[in-house]
DNA sequence: CGGAATTTTGACGATGCTCAACAACGGTGG
DNA sequence: CCACCGTTGTTGAGCATCGTCAAAATTCCG
């Protein structure tokens, strides 16, 4: 054991109640730790925050850090050598964040919106992981996941026409943001521009934009005008036409 | 602790007899565990052999079973209601099958050649996997590489046309295979039908064909007649054509 | 209000899919 | 050993979907 001085210590105790008004206390890897082990980790991890559009990490960089999503949402890119890109993945509040047993990042993370993170430096967190089996459980529990969703979007890209990968991903929208209002209508936000669904669904943005409007004009979704966010109507027929029997 | 029978003792033996001369005990994540370590899990495996074409497991199955892959290669397959099918993973020798913290299996896995495999109960494999904590981080390891591998194979399918995608199929299964033999030329076993290769880069049969057809007339490869198997001619070219600048 | 950026809409064309015929292969049984 | 037949793979013609290019419309933001 090292000595630790007034610095230190302060900086744990101020860390560990960051953490216990965290809003992803219960849902990150973190859920995974009692209070009193918290602290270790606690101390090793600094709060970040980052404007949307920023990238995190891009690909060719040399892997330091990993971290967890606090709120916003980031993108996860590849690319091909002549530039073509396509979102592989989206985080969201709890995700965890980097390629741990790749010394070189293959991916390219990105902020879509303003996003607040608790980042580790990697040495330091795999140690913590070794020493909480239950973390480390969690973590592969959440890559397995991730995997699922990504297979999940494999099937979209290699099987799934416009119109499909269009619906389906209003629709999984939809979902995440929960029950329906008054009206009967969803209210979804869409966190993110056209170019970037495009990239996540394997299209161009013209092609997002016409099949946007198709849905629209079939009475299953509208655009609150001026905004980007957009009102499901009629969350069944969308299924329906992302899943058609 | 309780009493071995005589019967337990000579399975366990035979069973830790079998892990000794195993195929993968070096690559699959029995390596993570010592020899004496291996005897309470070879304890608990049954070897299965399992004919080309027959299904291992279907999506909508309750999961009860997982399994290390010790010769031959699987198909994981998803599919939308209407019956379109995507391979969506590849798994050859030294990988773990099964989704572990899923109740319900939502893919398909298929046997694409006759296939050895290691299988275990659901519960007594958890088990172990929990005692285990270097097998646990090597299963970490390995899922973390096969969402890697997902996320390379959603670009080609988001954003690559079909000749970069069957270019580059031919072009992994090459780099696999290894070394060139002594004319300069790789001999690659392909190991599954046009349809599959269709299935596994979300195309048509046809289109498959006619790539190859056109990759032969480039001078880029040719096949072994009468057989599956194709011998590549030039992989630098192939990469050129798979990997435009 | 004005200019840049984003989105929508339109016209056109290319890529890859559908449908169909044909060829090659492999196993079976005479 | 070869004829037969089912399966798999190849080739061709036509067409639908989606991408490309271009322009108009809308939104954003200073």
New binding site residues.
């Given amino acids: 054991m090292t000595t630790q001085t007034l610095a230190d210590r302060a900086h744990a105790a101020q860390a560990s109640a960051v953490c216990h008004e965290c809003l992803v206390r219960d849902t990150s890897l973190c859920s995974s730790l009692h209070d009193h082990e918290l602290v270790a980790l606690s101390a090793i991890g600094r709060r970040r925050t980052v404007p949307a559009g920023q990238v995190i990490t891009w690909a060719g960089d040399v892997v330091t850090t990993f971290a967890n999503v606090v709120s916003g949402a980031l993108k996860v890119t590849a690319s091909t050598p002549d530039g073509r890109e396509q979102i592989v993945g989206l985080l969201f509040p709890g995700d965890f964040v980097g390629q741990m047993f790749t010394d070189e990042a293959s991916l390219t993370v990105t902020a879509l919106t303003e996003t607040k993170m608790c980042s580790f430096p990697r040495a330091a967190f795999e140690r913590e992981l070794g020493s909480h089996a239950r973390m480390e459980r969690m973590l592969l529990e959440r890559t397995m996941a991730s995997l699922d969703e990504a297979r999940e979007r494999m099937l979209s890209l290699g099987r799934r026409?416009?119109?499909e990968r269009v619906a389906g991903f209003i629709g999984q929208l939809a979902e995440r943001a929960g029950l329906p209002r008054d009206d009967g209508g969803i209210h979804v936000s869409i966190p993110m521009?056209?170019?970037e669904m495009a990239d996540l669904l394997?299209?161009?943005?013209?092609?997002?934009?016409?099949q946007?409007?198709g849905l629209k004009a079939a009475g299953l979704i509208t655009?609150a005008?001026?905004?980007?966010d957009c009102l499901v109507l009629d969350s069944r027929g969308l299924d329906l036409v992302a899943n058609p029997a």
């Fill in positions: 026409n416009a119109q521009s056209r170019g394997g299209l161009t943005i013209e092609t997002v934009s016409r946007l409007t655009f005008k001026g905004e980007r």
